[in-house]
């Protein structure tokens, strides 16, 4: 995909979610019925349930791309990896800003060490280690390739935030949009959901988009750089050099 095509998809997608993240905060303050047991503290739910959601994908992402990275060792496809980690950890941060909110609230504390908090800490802690990483050693490629074995053992984590509720005691309630019988909500909660949720992924992709074009653009940079200088670029990873 060229540059150009990179910046106007991420352009293009960024208006759509951002239009759609207008149109789901009407819904939440002025549509969506109250639930009846938590009253309008409830509300939270369509920010930080969307927003695990799309962190969820993003290092889904990040794992995909480090894999293919470790098999055929291709630049762009770092790149990738790199943006889509960069886009989970903000999601991250949204997911554990709105949860600490809904628990004062809900649970009466800022913070409690039940399963599914303590595993999402423990993920946003692991892609922080991603970026560490990748600037822990002198040579770029092995940076690249560690920061790679990170990305695929933290999305390992992914499946048991999603089952801790099931598997452990804890506070958290029990599922009740990803189930194998259907959501268990009212539509227009449900439609709430949705809505948040294609909204956030639009503008997670724009991101996502947007951050992948820099980092190739920064990469032509260097080589150029480098040539300046009267120097060879070095290959890419996966090339052999002439």
Excluded at 86 to 108: D, Y
Excluded at 129 to 157: H, Q
Excluded at 212 to 221: H, K, N
Aim: with cysteine; net charge positive; aromatic share 14%.
């Amino acid at each position: 995909m060229s540059l150009r095509a990179v910046r106007w998809g991420g352009i293009g997608l960024g208006v759509l979610g951002v239009g759609l993240t207008i149109l789901f905060h009407w819904q939440v303050f002025f549509w969506v019925p109250t639930e009846a047991s938590m009253g309008i503290v409830q509300r939270i739910f369509y920010i930080h349930l969307p927003a695990a959601w799309v962190a969820f994908f993003a290092f889904g992402i990040v794992a995909i791309c480090s894999a293919v990275y470790l098999w055929l060792g291709e630049e762009k496809v770092d790149h990738a990896a790199r943006a889509a980690a960069e886009g989970g950890m903000i999601f991250t941060t949204i997911v554990l800003t709105s949860g600490p909110l809904w628990a004062r609230l809900a649970w009466g504390t800022w913070w409690t060490w039940e399963p599914r908090l303590t595993l999402t800490l423990l993920l946003w802690f692991i892609y922080l280690g991603y970026f560490l990483v990748r600037s822990s050693t002198e040579n770029r490629e092995r940076g690249r390739k560690f920061a790679a074995v990170v990305g695929i053992v933290g999305a390992l984590n992914i499946p048991l935030i999603h089952m801790s509720v099931l598997w452990f005691r804890s506070l958290h309630p029990q599922p009740v949009v990803a189930r194998t019988d259907g959501p268990q909500l009212h539509p227009d909660m449900a439609t709430t959901v949705f809505t948040a949720l294609g909204a956030w992924t639009l503008v997670f992709l724009s991101l996502f988009l947007l951050r992948y074009g820099v980092a190739r653009l920064e990469a032509q940079a260097e080589r150029r750089e480098a040539e300046g200088r009267g120097m060879a670029p070095s290959p890419q990873p996966g090339m052999t050099a002439p």
